[in-house]
């Protein structure tokens, strides 16, 4: 894995449970990753994203951003080179898993 970042909860989601959600994140995501091959380049980025939804579902997705590059002729300005002409966004849920308490295991 190249990045992570994780955003916050709500406050009103005990520590505990944050803690325990955030485990079975990177567990989940460490298991898409083993399946997955990427040769970063400035056409396509590629992310997985995991997302608490309602009723303790943790759901994984795969967002792919694609960019057309524009062509770049010498009297252009150089600093226009490697911006994007157009940006596509696709987002792809891959499934679902449910999380509860008991079946998360985590350490301190």
């Not at 994780?6 to 009103?12: K, L, N, Q, T, W």
């Not at 303790?56 to 490697?82: E, P, Q």
């Not at 002409?85 to 079946?103: F, G, M, Q, T």
Request: aromatic residues 12%.
């Amino acid at each position: 894995m190249e990045a992570l970042i994780v955003f916050s909860f709500d406050e009103g989601v005990a520590r505990i449970r944050a803690k325990a959600v955030v485990h079975a994140v990177f567990h989940e995501l460490s298991k898409v990753e083993k399946h997955q091959y990427y040769r970063p380049n400035l056409r396509e980025i590629i992310s997985f994203r995991a997302y608490l939804a309602p009723f303790n579902k943790l759901v994984i997705t795969k967002r792919k951003r694609r960019a057309m590059l524009a062509k770049y002729r010498g009297d252009a300005k150089f600093s226009n080179a490697f911006k994007p002409k157009r940006i596509y966004v696709d987002e792809i849920r891959l499934y679902s898993v449910d999380v509860a308490d008991s079946n998360v295991e985590f350490g301190d």
